[in-house]
Every structure is written in structure tokens, then in C-alpha cells.
């Protein structure tokens, strides 16, 4: 089993007649996920790779081929329009890898998606993996992934790949991974994705990377705290030698106030029973020791 | 996007809310000419992109056309320091000559988006003209919040309870509840991530003004702003970082003296934290971003060269998409003759990972090859730097 | 026993140092209505009729009186702000009489309130009355009511005056009567009030006033159809000699299109089974031969 | 309130929307400058707030500027009768001359506020350029919808959707949407209650272009749009429904002999209703709105009276609020001592009832007090029209 896709997904790709939407898609496929359907706006009617149907609407898209999760490679301007309609059509699951979108037009949208009962994974965001179930919906690199027990939640894409990489180089399988984005709002943060850890029989823990910036990690150990997780929690915080005040890439990695330093951070989630992993490069060695 | 002080507060007029007459000036006798047209004492403001200008020297209030131009002369063509600009400053090309005026109380207005509420927040504290983010720590409870309802926007009742709160009269609450719907209209229609008024004073006549002024423009939504893209001002930034910023690269100077070239900013976060766990210092925060293709590596490998405190250098690319012979291209490719020396410690994961390893010993380059974060502290503890 | 306005209301009035709020106050206390605070921003501070104090604010209002429903008399631009002032203050029950508050306003703030499960009377009409409780949070006049068991539901303020009229007159008692406003949106339609009349055990029929134009009495027809409203229904739709495509005050009652006429809206209601009352002259002879 | 095709095609413009080149003319001699300007075939348009104009003579397409002169002169100073005005048909004042375009296809846009989902909706068709109502009761399948959520407004998505449901090319779906969302914005910026676009055209060379516009802005919001409320054209009203309606008087002309005043538009309606129901016709809808003050009780009596028709008055006023004696007063002082003898109808309810009673008997007015409905049927019914 797994969080959030599986082999069950059937999965519409947005965007997927651009060059990022076609590269992943190839791999996507390669790496074995069902992709049933692509939409571009006044690109639909072709045939992709010999097998995915491109249409022009995404509601005809759901309807012809029962896609029942969506990810998104469209460019930013159109990311909220992409996402509404998605969340128009139905679909209940929509991954937007786009980064750049404007934080306003989150703002509507997440509000738009709380009242219809949507999960967003994103934007700004590497996506979902599901090693056991063969289910890629992202831009993860496809090798270095193991099946197993382990969940990991990061806000990062690269630091993601190199947490799962730890873990597999030291042995140790992932259930599924989930790069939450790395903007300011995002649909879903550490908090949905540890109850959704929590409810996964098929997951015996986690391991958390959190970095400067906001107060997402400070909500996961409210949350941890208040027993809605209580499995083995493993968490490192990137970004402890970060000056305040710089912004550091992406939108959300800036310091401001206290609560938004690594250290605060780390505190908060190590009175909440976390596992502290002394830095990044300790993740995969720290959780095998965790787990003995 | 920042915008200067004067630029904000054009934005401000324009949306209604009250800012102080007044002129910029580029020369010490505009700003003369400025000051004899307000008739009055005058407060001269240096435009640079930080705050705290005051404590270094870069408002000064003067009473006669003179002591403007002279206190212009003193501002302009010097870099500012303040507590907020780093030891270097940065540079005054402008002065914003206003009227001074009486005040009798200084108030803190902002706006911002925040993450909790997923929502707009307007922020109002009585405790104006001072470090806001002090007051939080010291007096949280001087701070109030009202949170947007997206459906329906910033309401009357809600400038009117953040005003009374405050400890306005509730005369006064209509005018500044008005004065609030204003700034959020402008924050809604320029695609603000900051729009801050410290301090939002009254005047001893009950006006109220807007003495400073600070907007930040959300550079994901400049695409629909061109007018406001324009503004940039390229002189505030770091060069290193402005031209980093033009080629898309996240480049921050940092003090230490290993240069790092990443992919992804948690990585180089990551990577930052793992130089420090070696024992050393970050020169820079680099995060080379999607793709990582030769000409932005390569670009990015000469900004840190640029940075004449890097002694090492950490390259962290995790790739899957990356090439591997790419990156080492690029990185070759920009590291001069007479830098050939400098050791680097390279992590690449990705394809055609021997032909990039190929590239790098051909070019005889002094580069240590590891194949994780444990063996890059490793090999950064056991590099002799020449 | 009554819907939505009873002894326990405890009556904030906003807008009360104006006018017509003044006025009203006086007629409602005058009434028996438990008045417990006024509220006009900047006026606060004062006490009317010797017993009502006046505040700024309506969270100030509501935290210092313990008042659990408020009757708004603003003037129409601030109609909104005012309401969306009282749902944010936790109040469950707002009867808006002002008149003229601009459509996009009420499309906006309705959104909120369905968000909130905040019930809203109006706008633009007379309130609220329960003759039995000596609770009237309206405009309507005082000496026209008896306390008895009929509710009243009508889009107009005179001529739910004219029908309460005709049923005192004929010896009929009402529960409730409501007048749900004449505005194209309102917060509270038939099918709202029908659905409290059927709940409440001391109701035991309702006569429904229409008019021409829109939909409601359709919605409400379909609603008793649907056997949401089981007990005896009396209608009457005012209007069946306006002439199409002509405004006739109300900024609802202008007829555009089949459903909005008058003989429309009588067929749908009589399919469902409701008396219909042969015109707005024989509202209490009907009602009275049909209770037999 | 309504607004002119050429105004509203002003507004459809400033949001973005293609409109014909063209101009207004308030003479011939105008209209044959603007045809010469334009250079082509042209289309003269009649001016008035009512549709069918095609019908009634008051569109002419012409080749010449001479024949724009010519149609232009034909139009002006006339009153124009269209299936939409009655007959006595609306005053023109101005033609628009614009050029005439190659159609493609003729579409429906309309943009509105939908009760049942108390949301804006727009509607699309492709049986552009003919009766809307008439294709929705014909072929309802042929009505498109789109329910605008209110948070983020509508989406390009919604636009793609409708024009290809209107069997568009996928490749003119997104200017098409394009048009749509600035119909939208123009809707909500300028509180629209109707905002139509029928037909809007595809021409041979696939531009979109409005051809005709129909804007009505909602009354109770003009309060912050005092520009566009400068734009009604009180020509275009019935004189004494224009009175009225400056007075806040509900006033609409109807076809019997039977004036009626009456507080409440329901009421108002139900006493219309009761006149029928005593075999008599109205002569007009009044309510004469809320508190029945003498002055504007006299007024609306006057505006009654100057309807030469009205051979009797039903006056129906249940007050509460309303003093018998101040309606009684208002009518007595409008009603000239030649139209005395008026036989009237008269159901008050209210305070000072019998002060108000002796008032109209000392007046010496024809009047028959009644207490009920029921009794104001029999009271018609036994009248002795002198």
C-alpha cells in the first residue's frame, strides 16, 4: 500500500504536450505509472507515445478515459486556471509541479479547493512516488527508489531525492514520498501528509525534512504532539547555517521572526518525540539506527 | 521585488491613502529646489533598498532650502550603511525631499499573505516607527491581526476594529478603517507580498499620512506587472547577486570561503549546513536551479569565482535529469588558467556520470570525487588548500 | 413555539442611532421585544430609551450583552460590511431591512454566510415576527398580529401586512410570519422557510405570498413535491395583471421569461398541492375555509 | 439602469473587447463624416433603449456616405417603434455609423446574476443574433452555462469550455476566452445586472467582435458609480415614469382606466391584481415607497392625474408608519378642482384614521372608504363614473 497514488491511479498529465509535460511523461511511463489521458489547451486530438490520448479540456479528458488524478506541468500564468479546472471536472487528486505560480492566486485557489474537498500536492513541488505500487507521478529521478515502509515528506526536490538516497543506499525501502513544494502556500503540508502517514498500515515511519522559513514544521510537531501521528518520526532541518533575512531560492526559504530559524524549528519537533538527525548528510544512518 | 520608498509611495497616492508632499531629487540642488517649493522644514531620505536608514545617517530633518541641498550633497553618490545593508552599504543615487509634520502618534500598518490562514493578513500595531518584528517578540500583544476572506476582501468593520483596538477614537476609525481598504486594494491589484506602512502617522491636526512606505512586489506575479518589473534597480543589489539573479540563478554572498554550486534550494541549504558540519564556512548560498545545463553552470561556476574569499569549492548536483558531462563542461569551461589550483570536492549523481568524471581528470583541474554528503565533509577535511 | 424569533432573542439593532432604527427600536420595545444593544459605528457609548446601550462594534456589542440574533437598519452601502461585521462576530441570525444593497454585494457576502451557517433574513424586507413570544425583530406594524398557529411567508412587506391582516381578521392566529424580502438574493427563500415551518410542532400550515418574477415559488413547489413541507399550504402570487418585460418596483418583481409569470408560478405550487388562493383579496376566506 | 449601445460599447472597448470602428452622430451631416471616415459599407444604428431595432427600421446598412446621411436623416428626431417599445415607440436622438463587417458566425454572450445559484453566470450560444429568449425556449440545449465561483472569479477554462461547446475550433477557444473574462471584469467593475453581447461575431477573418451591446447597471450600485449615472437619458422614459422616478416614485404606464397608489410594490401588485378581479383594468403600477410623506403622496397623485385615461383611483395604503391624516392631506392638496368629481376608492390603514377621513370630507372629494380588499372589489364595482 501507500499514501496518495498507487496502481489504481489513473493519471492525466496537464501541459503535456510541452517540453517538460513530454520528457516526464516519457519517464513517468517508463518508470510504469498508467497515464491515461494528456490535456493541452487547443492541442488536443493527437496521440502521444502510442498510447496517451491528448485533449483539449480536462473534463473531456476525465470522461473519456477515467483519469482520477492529475499532475501538472503548465507554465505559471496559467497554473490556477489548469488547477480549477481540474478540480472542476472532478478530479479529487491534482499534483502541480509548476513553480512560479503567483502566491495570490494560491490564496484563491486553496480556498476554492478547502470548500470542494481537493487535495493539491504543490505547486512548486517534485511530486508523488509510490516505489511498491510502480507509481511515479513526478519529477523524481526514477532510480533510487526501494520499495518499503518508510514515508518522507520534504518541502524540497533535490533534498528529497537525496533523503530517498540515503535511505536506499542504506537499505531501507520507501512507502511513498512526498515533495510538499517548496512556495509559501501549498495544498498540502507536513500535517495532512503525517495523518495520511499515520492512516497507511503499510507505512512504520517517517522521515520529515524540514527547512527554514514559515511555521510548517512547527504545525507537524503541534500535530505530533496532539497524537494525530504516532509512529517512529525522523526529522532534519536544512538551512541551519542560512543568514537571516536572505532569501534562499525558493519562495517560503527566507528568515523572519524566530519561529522560522532551523534551531526553533528543531526544537519544537524534538519535544514533540521526534528523531533529530544531526544534518543532512546523517539521514539514511540515523534512521537505520532509529529502526533497530 | 523591493520598490523604493519614493515608488511605494506613488503606488500609495495613486490608491488613495496620504503620503507627504514632497520630491525626489537626484542632485543636492533639486533638492534645494524642492525644499524651497514645500516652504518648510524638511525631512531629506536616502532611497535605498533597506530600512533602518535612519541610524545610519540617511534621514535628516533641515529647516531652510540650504541645509536640504547640503544634507543631499552629503547622502548622494555615498553608499548607505545601515544596520541592514551589511558593512558595504549600498548605494544613494536619490533623495526623497518631504515636508515635515507634526505628529502625534505613530502606528504600524502591513500587509502581508500568511501561510497559516492561507490568507491575507492586514497587521496593525499602536507601537509605529519602531522594528516591528521587535515589538512582536517584546509585546505581542501590541500587535493585531485581521485575517481577508477571500470572497469578500478587507472590510470597513475590520479596519475600524484593528483602529479602535488600536486605541484610536472611534472618530478617527471610519478615516483610517479607509485608509486601510486602500492599501489592500493596492496590495490585491499589484500583487504585493509586503506592503508596509511604518509608521502610519496622525497628525497633531488628525490627518492621516503615510510617512514611510515599503512594498514588495511578488516576483512570481511580475509577469502581469511589466510596469512594476521595470522598476527594479539593479545599483542596490550585490553585483554578484544582480547578475546571478538575470540568469536566473539563486546566488546569496555569504562570509565563509567554500564556494558551493547546488541544484535545488533545500539541497544547497543542505549543502551549506554540511560545509559547516565539515568545519568550515559557505562563501555563497547557489542554487544553479532546473536543468542545470552547461552555460548556467558554467555561469554560475564564475560567480563564484568572482567572490575573491573562496578558497574551495563544493559541487552538490543531484541530478536525474542532469547530465553529468554537461555540468562538468560547464564547470570546466569557466575556471580560468590561473585558478586551475583551487580544489573542489564534486558530488554529481546523474547520467553519463564517467564521461563527466572523464572531463574533469582531462582537464586537470585539482577535483576530488565523492559519491555522498558523509564523504564530501570527509573530503573537504582532508583538502590542503594551496 | 415559533421559527427563528422567540422570547429567548436577545435583539442587537445596528443602525440604531439613525432613523429608522430609532424609530423601530421604539415600536420593538414597544412590542415586547428583548432589545439588548444597539450598534452604529462611532456612536458608541450612549444609552437609548433609557434601558438600550449603544456600541461601536458589534463583537463589542455581542461580547457585553449576550445578544444571539441583530435587525439591521444601515444604510445600503455599508449593508454588507455590516453583515459580514455581525456573521464575524458569531451571530447565527441577521435580518437585514435595508433596501437597495447592490446584487453583487449580497452575491459575495452570501457566499460567506453559507460558509458560516449563518441564517439571514432579507434584505430589503419587513423581518421577522412570532406574535405568541411578543417577539418582533421587523417594521411591520404592530396591532395587525395574533398569536395562533399559521405561518406566513411572503416576498413583500405591505402585502404580508395585507395577508396577516385578513387572516387576524378572520380569526386566524399566526406562529410566524417572515417576510423574506423582495431582492433577486436573498438569504433565507421559501424553501428555507417552509423547511422551518415543518419542523416547527406549533406551526400547522402556511400561506405562501408570491410575485412575479424569478423562481422562488418553483423552488418552493419542487421542495413540497420533493415532500419536504408536509403540512397545509395557502398561496397567492401578486401580479398576474403586470404586463412582461416591465419593472414593477421590487427589484425582483420585473417578469422575463415563462417561469417568472404568475400563472407559472401558481401551476407549479397547485401540482404540489397547495390551496391556491384566488387573489390577494381572498387570502383570509381561503385560509379559513380550508383550516375547516 | 440601461445604457446606450454606443456607451456601452465604450466601456466593452476600454475592458478589451473588440467593437466595430465607427462614431456617433446626433445629424446627417455627422453620419456622413464618420462614413467617410470609415470608408466602406457601413451600419447606421438607431439610438434608444430598446432591442428589435432591425424591425423597426432603425439599423440601415449603407454604401455610401451619402446614404449614411440619407438613413441618418430618416432616423433622427423620429420616434422609433420596435416590438421592444410600445407604440409609441422611443425617441432618436443619435445614430452610431460603424463599419460593416464580413460575419463568419453570429454567437450569444451574456453575462448575469443567477438566483438559484446566487452567482454570476455566463451564458454563451452559438444561435447568436436573434431573440435569446426565444432560442432558450425552442432549444434550451442550445443555452450554455458557466457558474462563476465568487472566490477566484471566472477562469479561462470556462471560457475554453463554452466556446467549444459552442462547436468553436479548439484554436479560437482561448481568445474567445479572452473576450469573455474581460466581459467579466467589466460585469463586476462596473456592477452590472446585464451585460449582453448578441450577436457576438466571428468575421471571415476570425476576428471576435462585438456587434452589438447591451449593458444595464445595477440601480442600487450606482451610489459608487456616479459616472455612469450621468449617462441616463431621461428621454428615453415615459415623461411621467421619468418623474417618477426622479421623485423615488415606482411609477409604470399600463393600459387601464383605473389609477391606483399604493405603499409596497407587492401590495401595489395585489391592488392591480384586485382591480382586475373587479372587472376593471389598471391605468398603472404605483408604489409610492416607504413612509407615504404628504409631499410625496401629492406627487404621486399628480403623476396618476396627468394620465388622461384614468377615469377612477383605488388608493391603498396600509400604514403602520403612515399617518391617515398626512395621506389624506398629500392627496386632497394634488387633486385640481376640476377633476373634484374623480370617483375614488380609499383603504388606509394606519394612525390618525379618522382625521384622515374628515379630511378628504371636507374636501369635497369624490371618496368611498373601504376597510378590506373584498370591499374595494365591490366599491369598483358600484362606482358611478360621471
Known sequence: ?292 | MKLHEYQSKALLAMYGLLVPHGGLAGTPAEARHVAERLAGPCVVKAQVYAGGRGKGGGIRVVHTPHEAETAAAAMLGTRLVTPQTGPQGLPVHHVLVEEALDIDRELYLGITIDSGTESVVVVASRAGGTDIETVAHDHPELILRQVVDPVVGFQAFQGRRLAIDMGLPASMARSLAGQMLALYNLFMAKDCSLAEINPLVVTTDDRVVALDAKLTIDDDALFRHEDLAALRDWDQFDPLEARAAKAGIAYVKLDGDVGCLVNGAGLAMATMDTIKAAGFSPANFLDVGGGADPQRVAMATDIILQDPSVKRILVNVFGGIARCDDIARGIVQAIPQERRALPMVVRLLGTNLEEGKAIFRASGLNVRFVNSLLEAIEALQALTVP
Not at chain 1, 13 to 32: K, R
Not at chain 1, 90 to 109: F, N, R, S, W, Y
Not at chain 1, 128 to 139: D, F, L, M, Q, Y
Open chain 1, 1 to 292: 500500500m501507500s499514501i496518495l497514488v498507487n496502481k489504481d491511479t489513473r493519471l492525466l498529465v496537464q501541459g503535456i504536450t510541452g517540453a517538460q509535460g513530454q520528457f516526464h511523461t516519457a519517464q513517468m511511463l517508463a518508470y510504469g505509472s498508467n497515464i491515461v489521458a494528456g490535456a493541452t489547451p487547443g492541442r488536443g486530438g493527437r496521440t502521444l507515445f502510442d498510447r496517451v490520448p491528448v485533449f483539449d479540456e480536462v473534463e473531456e479528458a476525465v470522461a473519456r478515459t477515467g483519469a482520477n488524478a492529475s499532475i501538472l506541468f503548465v507554465p505559471a500564468p496559467s497554473a490556477a486556471d489548469a488547477i480549477l479546472e481540474t478540480a472542476d471536472a472532478g478530479l479529487k487528486l491534482i499534483i502541480c509541479i509548476t513553480e512560479g505560480v503567483p502566491a495570490l492566486d494560491m490564496v484563491k485557489v486553496l480556498h476554492v479547493l478547502r470548500e470542494k474537498d481537493v487535495t493539491l500536492i504543490g505547486p512548486n513541488c517534485p511530486g508523488v512516488i509510490s516505489p511498491g505500487e510502480w507509481c511515479r507521478a513526478g519529477i523524481m529521478p526514477l532510480d533510487i527508489h526501494l520499495p518499503g515502509r518508510i514515508g518522507v515528506a520534504s518541502r524540497s526536490g533535490t533534498l528529497t531525492y537525496e533523503a530517498v538516497h540515503q535511505l536506499t543506499q542504506a537499505g531501507i525501502g520507501q512507502s511513498t514520498c512526498i515533495g510538499i513544494g517548496g512556495d509559501q502556500l501549498v495544498g498540502t503540508g507536513f500535517v495532512d501528509a503525517l495523518a495520511l502517514f499515520q492512516e497507511d498500515p503499510e507505512t512504520d515511519a517517517v522521515v520529515l525534512i524540514g527547512e527554514i522559513g514559515g511555521v510548517k514544521e512547527q504545525h507537524a510537531a503541534e500535530f505530533v504532539k496532539a497524537r494525530g501521528f504516532t509512529k517512529p518520526l525522523f526529522v532534519v532541518v536544512a538551512g541551519q547555517t542560512a543568514p537571516p533575512g536572505k532569501r534562499m531560492g525558493h519562495a517560503g526559504a527566507i528568515i523572519t521572526g524566530k519561529a522560522a530559524l532551523a534551531s526553533s524549528k528543531i526544537a519544537a519537533l524534538q519535544e514533540a518525540g521526534a528523531t533529530i538527525i544531526p544534518g543532512p548528510a546523517y539521514i539514511g544512518e540515523t534512521v537505520k539506527q532509529g529502526l533497530r
